[in-house]
């Protein structure tokens, strides 16, 4: 049984997207399976890969160091033809959905996009779930007949086990022709931290309702980037006009896996919470201290965020900016049982 793992710029160990999808794909072929990774970049993690449970390690050797997904197919489409794995997992980001489909459409493979979660049927064949209809239902996909499976997993819903290595494990280089012709590089740009995406993000700070106003959504990104992180919101700010829909969480936005969730005025109803429920370390900020929030936090401040942030903002400020690292900031103080009452 063997299964492959195609990772993406961006998505490779020690980021936490690529070893949950390590973590998932041993999952599916223990005890006896084997698990090949992909790594489609520049300065590839080939110890870190063996270290989370990769047996094999091929590196798409492009050039230019450029593996867009156009190069990434046209590498992978006649190894895969000649290997036959099980399964490919890659992640559903923008990389990883458009490698999917194009692998897809060029092998005659089963696509199952987009999935918060795989078991196995009667006949061992992988069945995924993913949420339809605005996330009102779940809906069971699964393959017919024996072709390749290939499945995008939405970041924040795989498998974080930690990993089991195989030893030292050298990479094969798959040579790679290059970007075409007609594919032009414009360029660099760089995100401020508050425009993180939300899936790679270390630390995310998120509003709610309780933050009262678009106005007091600027506490929130400044926060978010004074931490390097960042800023989401619940799906009742998004409708009140607060954010962008882009910055969702929960089962209609985004599910996510930060070191850090700041949630500020946030009630912290299931919908929400079970899009950080691999959060690392939660901390609330509301008014209500029989809020639902506390139950998940493993930090709580009693208070209303429009006073509490300008405070932590104002506090932020003075320090340097190494200084700033908010696991280190907050770790000290997780697991303390019940909320902190606010006081300045």
């Not at 005890?31 to 993690?45: I, K, Q, R, S, Y």
């Not at 600027?218 to 409708?239: F, K, S, W």
């Amino acid at each position: 049984m063997s299964v492959w793992v195609i990772l993406g710029p961006g998505e490779m160990p020690p980021a936490s997207g690529g070893l949950a999808l390590l973590a998932e794909a041993r999952r599916l072929t223990e005890p006896a399976g084997e698990v090949t990774v992909v790594l489609a970049g520049t300065a590839v993690p080939v110890e870190a890969s063996a270290a989370h449970g990769a047996a094999r390690i091929l590196v798409l050797d492009a050039a230019d160091g450029w593996a867009g997904p156009i190069v990434a197919v046209e590498a992978l489409t006649d190894r895969l033809r000649q290997e036959c794995p099980e399964a490919c997992l890659l992640s559903a980001s923008r990389w990883g959905s458009e490698v999917a489909g194009r692998l897809a459409a060029r092998l005659g493979a089963a696509l199952l996009p987009g999935c918060v979660g795989l078991t196995r049927d009667g006949a061992g064949r992988l069945e995924g779930t993913r949420p339809v209809y605005g996330s009102r239902l779940v809906a069971r996909v699964a393959a017919t007949g024996e072709s390749l499976q290939i499945v995008t997993l939405r970041p924040g819903s795989e498998s974080s086990s930690p990993g089991t290595g195989h030893g030292p494990a050298t990479a094969e280089r798959i040579p790679c022709t290059g970007r075409p012709d007609w594919i032009r590089d414009l360029g660099e740009e760089q995100v401020p931290p508050e425009a993180l995406d939300l899936g790679e993000a270390d630390v995310v700070v998120a509003g709610g309702l309780g933050v009262g106003s678009r106005q007091g959504f600027a506490l929130v990104e400044e926060l978010a980037g004074l931490l390097g992180g960042a800023m989401g919101a619940t799906r009742m700010a998004v409708d009140a006009g607060w954010a962008p829909f882009a910055r969702q969480i929960g089962l209609t936005g985004r599910i996510i896996s930060p070191r850090v969730y700041v949630a500020c005025g946030i009630s912290g109803s299931p919908h929400h919470m079970d899009g950080v429920r691999q959060a690392q370390l939660v901390v609330a900020i509301n008014t209500d201290r029989h809020a639902p929030i506390f139950t998940y936090a493993d930090v709580g401040i009693q208070g209303d965020v429009r006073e509490v942030l300008p405070a932590l903002i104002a506090a932020l400020r003075r320090l340097r900016p190494e200084a700033r690292d908010a696991a280190a900031l907050l770790g000290g103080a997780a697991g303390m049982p019940g909320p902190l009452d606010a006081r300045r």
